[in-house]
């Protein structure tokens, strides 16, 4: 019924999403990515391991906390994509620098 004309497409940039390439639309947040990964959950949390995934999308509920290159504890709903972003699960409590 409705079709997107093509010229008004996003471009779309690849990342890395756990070491697998996904491509996004231009200025997507780093969570739409794992989303679009089919990742059931992007990290566990601290006490109980419990999986969580991207839920609210505008940077309250803290549950897509995620390693984005190489830096712990981003959130993923708040972070645009760059093309070659590696974006990777992050596992209970992140580690604290010496
Ligand atoms: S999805 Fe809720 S803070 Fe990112």
Redesign the pocket.
């Known amino acids: 019924m409705f079709r997107t004309r093509p010229e008004a497409r996003p471009a779309t940039v690849e990342v890395m999403v756990e070491g697998r390439p996904v491509w996004v639309p231009e200025g997507a947040?780093a969570?739409a990515a794992v989303l679009l990964a089919g990742l059931p959950s992007i990290r566990e949390t601290a006490i109980s391991g419990s999986p969580r995934a991207?839920?609210?999308?505008?940077?309250?509920?803290?549950?897509?906390?995620a390693v984005i290159d190489g830096v712990t504890n981003r959130?993923?709903?708040?972070v645009a994509v760059t093309p070659g972003m590696r974006i990777e699960r992050q596992g209970g409590a992140r580690g604290v620098a010496p």
């Open positions: 947040s969570a991207p839920y609210c999308m505008m940077g309250v509920c803290f549950d897509c906390l959130q993923a709903c708040m």
